[in-house]
């Protein structure tokens, strides 16, 4: 069974899927998007990590997120011929589509900034989207929610890339254009 952002409640999304690294789908193998059927593999693999990344960067709104992913995801099917395997691989060029968008989103007029009661709304009560459904996971998840708000965009972009869509540092640096040791 399948999990989407678009069926699923974004609280237990974000920690009930678990990703496999490398990818091993045909589209990422041969690392080229060509057809319909690749985007729809590439989709498959990566939408909900995207989604994941999205929601926290842009804050924990679910609508918002979904809409953004899509977008992500178009944009990569229209630009798909500056894709160059040689420079990165299809997953980061794709978390780098999905970083700029969000670059976007903030650098656009009056972007919405949300509320700890907006961010309640959004997520619910029962569930976080960083853990499960356990009391404590629950005040932990508040916790971690209310830190990443305090650091800076560049930080909270590390931190969620790393410890919340697990990727590698070189991953994270290829991804937003630093050295290793600027991660």
Known sequence: HTHTP???????LLMNVTFCWPLRTETMKKQMLETKEDLSGLF???HISIFRYIFVR???NRERAEDMTQN?????WEKREQYDCRRSSLRNWIYAIAR??????????KPQIVSDG??????????????????DNSMLAGTVMKELKTLDQDDREVITLRYINEMSIKDIAEIINKSNTAT
């Open 72 to 76: 992500v995801f178009l944009k990569a």
């Open 118 to 135: 907006d961010y309640e709304e959004s997520v619910g009560e029962e569930e976080t989207p960083l853990l499960d459904n356990s009391m």
């Open 6 to 12: 678009w069926t699923s409640n974004p609280k237990s």
């Open 58 to 60: 842009t804050g924990y």
């Open 100 to 109: 700029n968008h969000v670059i976007d989103y903030y650098r656009s007029p």
């Open 44 to 46: 498959d693999h990566l």
